[in-house]
């Protein structure tokens, strides 16, 4: 590992929860997605009070059998059967991210967006997967639709059934490629002469907020699927907030859980002008 691996690196002689906060505004993360391995007890509790829901871990290098413990943990907490290209480009992602917010602050963002030569790529390919979608959707919670999570043999289950659609999104501009940080699956239901696409799970990793790729999403489906009406299947977290927003954004969060029915007709002025350029994989 070397020393392009740590980012952002945060010292200073003040608490070390304040640290952490700014490495979490880097991350664009929650404490809860976060482990921190430190051997003060004192500042483990410090950094615990000011950011609930953080996993910490002591380190202590002269007791054999606490040390074991604590690796223990650390494996239990990060282990992956694979490593995924994803796996490889985070790091190089996050940083863009940080530029991407830095450079965004300066101006209009659709213009900076427009600036940016972004492209997203929709992938409905079964074969696409490798683990990142299923991984995705396990693991996401601040853009996601209802924090229902899929196990394994029921993911393989649903990918075999009749009508079934899952589909990847990946995304890259000239800051950098993100790979794969969204999935959304659902099923198409036929109704007389009504083809709906039911969603019962979108997700969108958090590297990628503010570029407006869930607004590509959205108005793409309809074309993917075939449908001129998306259901979502709608439920409020305590933690997807940015999923509520953009709900909002589009004048469609519902006051209790439930289907929320978005229409192709009228959607296009409710997103306003999408800044990327568009590709599915697998056609020219």
Request: charged share 25%; aromatic share 6%.
């Amino acid at each position: 590992m070397d020393e392009a691996s740590f980012f952002p690196i945060a010292v200073s002689w003040g608490p070390k929860s304040e640290a952490v906060g700014a490495i979490l505004r880097a991350w664009n993360v929650g404490a809860d997605a976060v482990v921190v391995v430190d051997d003060s007890r004192m500042e483990l509790e410090e950094i615990r009070r000011a950011h609930p829901g953080i996993e910490c871990v002591e380190f202590a290098p002269r007791d054999a059998r606490r040390t074991l413990e604590a690796l223990s943990r650390l494996r239990d907490a990060f282990g992956k059967p694979q490593t995924l290209e994803e796996d490889r480009l985070r790091a190089a992602s996050i940083k863009s991210s940080v530029q991407f917010e830095q450079q965004r602050a300066s101006g209009d963002l659709q213009s900076f967006l427009l600036g940016l030569d972004g492209v997203v790529t929709f992938d409905a390919r079964a074969e696409s997967d490798g683990g990142r979608w299923l991984e995705l959707l396990n693991k996401t919670n601040q853009f996601n639709l209802n924090g229902a999570r899929v196990s394994e043999g029921e993911w393989l289950r649903r990918v075999g059934e009749a009508g079934h659609v899952a589909i990847g999104v990946a995304y890259a501009d000239r800051l950098g490629p993100l790979g794969t940080i969204g999935v959304v699956s659902g099923r198409l239901v036929l109704q007389g002469p009504e083809r709906r696409l039911d969603i019962d799970h979108w997700v969108l990793s958090c590297r990628a907020f503010s570029r407006k790729i869930e607004d590509h999403t959205l108005q793409q489906l309809f074309d993917l699927a075939g449908v001129d009406t998306l259901r979502l299947s709608y439920r409020q977290t305590q933690r997807n907030q940015p999923l509520r927003e953009f709900l909002a954004r589009i004048e469609h969060l519902p006051e209790a859980d439930g289907a929320i029915d978005i229409h192709r007709q009228g959607l296009a002025s409710a997103l306003g002008g999408l800044p990327h350029r568009v590709q599915v994989a697998g056609k020219e």
